[in-house]
């Protein structure tokens, strides 16, 4: 009885430290897990703030007497709007003037600014540029305007100061004629250390319940148990197996037409009920016939290999991602408007032109990108993203195009 004891009380010790690593990796995991996601939405931001701006405003923002205070004004209000829908802190421009200052030339403000009109206005000086902003005006080197170029950011170290903590991106361009200037995006991260310990204790205390209440179970029946679960296990493994054949292409791994068309219908039945809209994306790849008949049907499965290993690696978890059929793919963009989608759409067709692998047959891809709207059924929705897919293709392919 005592070595029995001294056996169960050897296992909760080892199991309780086995919990104690686990919480902390799973500490260290999750805050890793939600500064991607907080950087993510920093890039997706920035790269939305020239959207934003007149096109030429930056070749224009060269003197304190350069832009009107009519266009100041749209500028934050523009900027204001996509900060609250982004949900981020702070956004804003900034150059290095001929005297070497550096001076904002667009800014979001806060509602109380805007009323109180205390808001930041064009040309206003910058004393506190961090380092990472200062030091990005030094990459003239970096060419920022070539087509097709995705933006290279840099990311300040999660600072904390009295209006909270916060995690930046600072993203310079480089504008047609020549002109550098610097996005800027503040978020505030204050939360993510009080998420992530509740997360600790809750799974802390969670396994410690679990593990105290199957410890009677586990002793008394610890035979019949380990018997019950080698049959589960291959029950379920049979089940697993049958079930993803069902629902997945055998040559891609992603998910078959079935199940593009049942997350379709779960997708807009959702959306009809006052749920968030959904972009969706059609893709083909662009002569794709050409490199079968060239090189083989071998080296053609291949290439549609490789696509869905980049389909896969630059999607989100909550994407659905499937073969349409033939050369043809379909993703479910959710909770996300046109812009991000356009990005999103825009960042894998360039995946595809700067994969090494895929550029040994001159692969390209045409998409064609859509949002859901109340007004249009599931079956027109589908057919709109499929006539801006060809009219991609009409256009000289390569290319997005987004529904009329």
Same mark, same amino acid.
């Given at each position: ?40 939405? +920093? ?41 609250? $829908? ?146 589960? $296990? ?29 997350? +379709? ?32 049907? &071998? ?25 349409w059929g ?13 812009t991000q ?7 894998l067709r ?7 692998? +895929? &550029? ?41 195009? $987004?529904?009329?």
């Amino acid at each position: 009885m005592k070595n029995e004891t001294l056996k169960m009380v050897g296992a909760v010790g080892f199991t309780l430290t086995i919990l104690t690593l686990y919480s902390i990796w799973n500490y260290f995991y999750e805050k890793n897990r939600l500064i991607a996601q907080i950087d993510k939405q +920093l890039y997706s931001a920035a790269v939305a703030v020239p959207f934003v701006l007149e096109d030429d405003f930056h070749d224009r923002a060269l003197l304190a007497t350069s832009i009107s205070t009519q266009e100041d004004m749209q500028n934050i209000r523009n900027l204001t709007k996509l900060n609250n $829908q982004l949900g981020t802190k702070f956004l804003y421009t900034v150059i290095r003037d001929q005297n070497g200052t550096f001076q904002l030339t667009s800014s979001s403000a806060l509602a109380s600014e805007i009323k109180e009109h205390t808001e930041v206005h064009y040309f206003t000086a910058y004393p506190d540029a961090s380092a990472t902003l200062k030091n990005s005006f030094e990459h003239l080197s970096t060419d920022y305007i070539t087509p097709n170029k995705i933006y290279k950011p840099f990311y300040v170290p999660i600072y904390s100061d009295r209006w909270g903590t916060y995690r930046s991106i600072v993203l310079p361009i480089q504008t047609a004629k020549g002109h550098l200037y610097v996005i800027g995006v503040d978020m505030d991260i204050s939360y993510v250390n009080a998420v992530l310990k509740q997360n600790t204790m809750q799974t802390l205390f969670s396994f410690l319940l679990f593990f105290i209440s199957i410890i009677p179970i586990v002793i008394a029946y610890k035979n019949m148990l380990q018997r019950k679960q080698e049959e589960y $296990q291959k029950v379920h493994e049979l089940y697993i197996d049958s079930s993803k054949r069902s629902i997945t292409d055998p040559l891609t791994g992603l998910y078959n037409r079935y199940k593009l068309d049942q997350e +379709l219908y779960i997708q807009y039945e959702n959306f009809k009920r006052g749920g968030n809209t959904f972009v969706l994306l059609m893709l083909d790849l662009d002569h794709f016939k050409s490199i079968n008949d060239q090189h083989g049907h &071998q080296v053609g499965d291949e290439v549609l290999q490789l696509f869905s290993t980049i389909l896969k690696n630059s999607s989100r978890v909550t994407d659905t991602i499937g073969r349409w059929g033939g050369e043809e793919f379909l993703i479910i963009y959710p909770n996300a408007d046109l812009t991000q989608g356009f990005t999103f759409a825009e960042k894998l067709r360039l995946a595809v032109q700067e994969d090494k692998k +895929l &550029q040994k047959y001159n692969l390209t891809i045409s998409i064609g990108i859509g949002i859901s709207k109340e007004d249009v059924s599931l079956e027109a929705f589908i057919v709109d993203i499929d006539k801006a897919l060809y009219k991609a293709k009409e256009a000289g392919r390569n290319q997005t195009v $987004q529904v009329d």
